[in-house]
C-alpha cells in the first residue's frame, strides 16, 4: 500500500532535549516536505527536499533541520526544542513539487513542555 | 508574494443543501490549485486539482471546484451535503516548485 509512515504519532518531551520525528515513504517520490499545524495558521511548511542531499528552509525552518540521505527518508530533528514548537506535524510526499498531490502522513503531535 | 486565502473560518450548511467552501488566489503565473480535506485525527487527503484545461473540475466523494481566472478563485462545492462531509478543508496553490496551503475552512454538516 502506498503510503506515508510517521513515528512517533504522539510525543511530549522537555525543553532541551533532542528528538528526531521519521518520516518514510514507499513510492519512490522524489519531493517530501515537512509542515507544522497550528489553530488559526494552517500549513505552514518547514522545509522540503527536491530530492536526495537536496533540502531547503520553507516559511518556518528556525529551530529545525532536516536531513535527505535516502529517498524514501526525510526526518525531522529538534536539536533543543522549546515550547512554541509544540504542534502537529505532518510529513508529506509527491512526485513533483507543485503538480502532483501530496501524500501525507498521519501526523505527530508534539507537546514540549 | 504567493498566497492562497479561505475567507471562512467555518461553514455551516444542513444536510442536502449545496455547499460551497471559498478559496482565492495569488500565485504568478498559471497557478496548480488543490484541494484537500482533513478528517479527526488524520493527515490531509487530496480531493482534486487544477492544472490546466476544463475549468469545473472533479474529484472525491462528489465534490468539485470551479477556477475562475478573472476572479482567482478556486471555490469548491457539492450539490448535496452529507453530515460525513464534516471536516476541515484546505485550499492549496503553487507554482515554480512552492505550494502555498490556506489556514483551512472547517466544514460543519447539520442533520
Known amino acids: 500500500e502506498a503510503q506515508v509512515t510517521q513515528n512517533p504519532r504522539y510525543l511530549i518531551t522537555v525543553t532541551g532535549k533532542k528528538l528526531t520525528v521519521t518520516c518514510s515513504q514507499n513510492m519512490n517520490h522524489e519531493y517530501m516536505s515537512w509542515y507544522r499545524q497550528d489553530p488559526g495558521l494552517g500549513l505552514r511548511q518547514i522545509y522540503y527536499?527536491?530530492?536526495?542531499?537536496?533540502?531547503d528552509k520553507g516559511d518556518v525552518p528556525e529551530g529545525y533541520k532536516v536531513s535527505r540521505k535516502e529517498k524514501r527518508n526525510f526526518p525531522l530533528i529538534l536539536e533543543s526544542p522549546s515550547p512554541n514548537q509544540t504542534s502537529l506535524y505532518f510529513c508529506?510526499?509527491?512526485?513533483?513539487?507543485?503538480?502532483?498531490?501530496?501524500?501525507f502522513g498521519s501526523g505527530t503531535q508534539l507537546s514540549v513542555l | 508574494a504567493q498566497s492562497v486565502a479561505q475567507p471562512e473560518d467555518q461553514v455551516n450548511v444542513a444536510e442536502g443543501n449545496p455547499l460551497t467552501v471559498k478559496c482565492t488566489y495569488s500565485?504568478?503565473?498559471?497557478?496548480?490549485l488543490f484541494w484537500y480535506v482533513q478528517y479527526p485525527n488524520r493527515g490531509l487527503q487530496f480531493l482534486l486539482k487544477y492544472i490546466t484545461g476544463d475549468n469545473l473540475v472533479k474529484g472525491s466523494y462528489g465534490f468539485e471546484a470551479e477556477f475562475n481566472k478573472s476572479q482567482t478563485s478556486f471555490h469548491l462545492k457539492k450539490p448535496s451535503a452529507l453530515v460525513s462531509d464534516s471536516a476541515l478543508y484546505f485550499c492549496a496553490g503553487g507554482r515554480d516548485d512552492k505550494i502555498i496551503f490556506g489556514k483551512g475552512t472547517r466544514l460543519h454538516i447539520l442533520p
Open positions: 508529506a510526499s509527491s512526485l513533483l513539487a507543485d503538480e502532483e498531490k501530496l501524500f
Open positions: 500565485v504568478s503565473g498559471n497557478p496548480y
Open positions: 527536499s527536491m530530492n536526495v542531499e537536496v533540502t
